[in-house]
């Protein structure tokens, strides 16, 4: 479902970082145009 | 070989209701929205509520974290019931005493406050039992010389009650790093991480502020000019106020991973025979005060990020008796490390424990992010002590040692609720250290273990996080139950 999608990806760090979703999603076939990580509290 | 071991923590708080307004989101929100600034002072605590707030009670360490599960929520509506000012391990300080500890931290006279107000809060802090040998408490000012400062666009409104009492000055006419705001935010670390130190050292593990030989601050505050901006060395500036006058140190960055650095280069150097004690010390964040104040407008509760927090930890050689610092197990995150929940933990609290032949459910309890659930749910944010906790468990149930089904179980007796004010490095494992402390030695637990995370990616120069862990556990020479 994400192939040839391009994705911007926030993480979290107590959740799930940027690059740890970026991976995921560029194994899945996407384009990852932006990944970043913020601190929510 | 000589063993570390931590010989005292203490935790304080400030409350500092008026300085709410010159944290960095009301500061950017307040101007931009008709009324925000009245709604604002109508959410701010009294300083008798803040110290009736359960929470703040937990930090001081009056009440154990685990108690919080028992209190009525939300925890700001049901008060502890003859809360007191002082706690073992520290205080709740009113605003107008720590203006006038801030007042004897600074230095360059650049914090100015009206003559009447000044001599009042001399004389409290003169009558407060740690504090009455305080310098620099003279020099009040006109009120109108306040405002003509205040007038020239050189300084920030100081306010007490709403009303003007003083103000901080700029440092100078240009530098950017030497603005007001920045001295402010400099001079609160300086005078509520002396606050802790003071405690840790007249109080809590009491000891000769002269035999401590080296100090490592752990905040996250850049202290500096234009041309070194964070230069640093916010230690020996505590250390000095404290009279710490055989001490040098130096300050430690890794956001609020930091003080889990700090502890771990503290223990390899009592060990190295190096140093005998070492104090470590962290200020509270002024930038993060009021970080969600609108979101508990909306919801018409009290401003909760209304309190600055000070931490000090004593680090030592063995004395037979305080808890020992595992150096043969420090977790930490490797640059080469991937940044999953999953990849972070094994790294930092399973690799560790392999080296120990510890299994995840053999620590006691763990001290990993602290920060208050009632300020970031109430805001839409997580619940992080528990996501954190649950991550845990869901490992040591993915490594077989707990079943799917037990995972709830391991965060109520592994885990506690967050008891933290959101200051960053502040709420990060370390103000469950007097708790732990006192836990092993009382023979409540065996052993804690810290774990530290630091949002380093906020700097712009990685997409890395990081993670450090620091086991303690009960001193050898007790063991056999004494």
């Not at chain 2, 959410?43 to 009440?63: D, K, T």
């Not at chain 2, 916010?234 to 130096?250: I, P, R, T, W, Y």
């Not at chain 2, 993915?398 to 965060?411: A, P, Y």
């Not at chain 2, 007796?413 to 030695?441: E, L, N, V, Y």
Request: overall charge negative; charged content about 25%; glycine content about 12%.
């Amino acid at each position: 479902m994400f192939a040839g999608k391009n994705v911007v990806a926030f993480g979290e760090r107590d959740g799930v970082q940027g690059p740890a979703i970026a991976k995921c999603l560029t194994a899945a076939g996407a384009n990852v145009v932006f990944a970043v990580t913020e601190c929510v509290v | 070989m000589m063993r570390a071991v931590v010989k005292g923590a203490a935790s304080i708080l400030a409350h500092t209701p008026d300085l709410v307004l010159l944290g960095s989101k009301p500061t950017r929100e307040i101007p931009r929205f008709d009324g925000l600034r009245d709604e604002c002072m109508a959410h701010l605590r009294s300083h008798e509520e803040a110290v009736a707030y359960a929470p703040n009670q937990a930090f001081i360490g009056s009440i154990r974290p685990d108690r919080l599960a028992d209190v009525g929520k939300p925890w700001y509506e049901h008060p502890i019931e003859g809360a007191a000012r002082e706690g073992p391990y520290g205080e709740i300080m009113p605003e107008d005493e720590f203006y006038g500890l801030m007042k004897a931290a600074d230095v360059f006279d650049l914090i100015w406050l009206e003559e009447g107000f000044l001599s009042r809060v001399a004389a409290k802090l003169q009558g407060h039992p740690l504090l009455g040998d305080l310098a620099g408490l003279e020099g009040g000012k006109a009120i109108s010389e306040v405002e003509e400062k205040l007038d020239r666009g050189e300084a920030l409104p100081l306010n007490f009650n709403g009303e003007l009492v003083g103000c901080v000055c700029r440092a100078h006419e240009e530098d950017e790093d030497l603005r007001a705001e920045v001295i402010l935010e400099g001079l609160a670390v300086k005078a509520s991480a002396f606050l802790a130190l003071r405690h840790l050292l007249a109080r809590v593990s009491p000891t000769d502020p002269r035999d401590v030989d080296y100090l490592l601050d752990f905040g996250e505050e850049a202290i500096g000019d234009r041309y070194q901006r964070g230069g640093g060395n916010m230690a020996k500036a505590v250390g000095e106020m404290a009279g710490c006058l055989n001490a040098s140190g130096a300050d430690v960055k890794a956001f609020c991973c930091a003080p889990m650095h700090a502890i771990a280069s503290a223990a390899a150097l009592i060990q190295a025979g190096i140093f005998k004690e070492i104090a470590l010390v962290g200020g509270g964040s002024l930038a993060k005060l009021g970080m969600k104040f609108q979101f508990h407008i909306k919801k018409d509760m009290p401003i909760l990020e209304d309190v600055l927090g000070g931490i000090a930890i004593l680090v030592g050689e063995d004395d037979g008796v305080s808890p020992v610092i595992r150096t043969d197990a420090i977790g930490m995150h490797r640059i080469c490390a991937g940044s999953s929940a999953r990849e972070v933990y094994e790294e930092v609290v399973v690799k560790p424990l392999d080296k120990l032949g510890k299994r995840i459910i053999d620590i006691d309890k763990y001290a990993t992010e602290f920060h208050n659930p009632e300020v970031t749910v109430s805001a839409g944010r997580p619940d992080t002590p528990l996501i954190n906790y649950r991550a845990l468990g869901a490992l040591a149930a993915l490594r077989g040692e707990i079943g799917r089904g037990e995972i709830d179980d391991f965060v109520r007796k592994h885990g506690m609720p967050g008891f933290s004010p959101t200051q960053g490095h502040i709420p990060s494992a370390i103000p469950f250290m007097g708790h732990a402390r006192d836990m092993i030695m009382g023979g409540e637990i065996e052993n804690a273990m810290f774990v530290g995370k630091g949002s380093l990616f906020l700097a712009r120069m990685t997409n890395l996080s990081d993670g450090v862990s620091v086991i303690l556990e009960r001193n050898p020479a007790l063991k056999g139950g004494d």
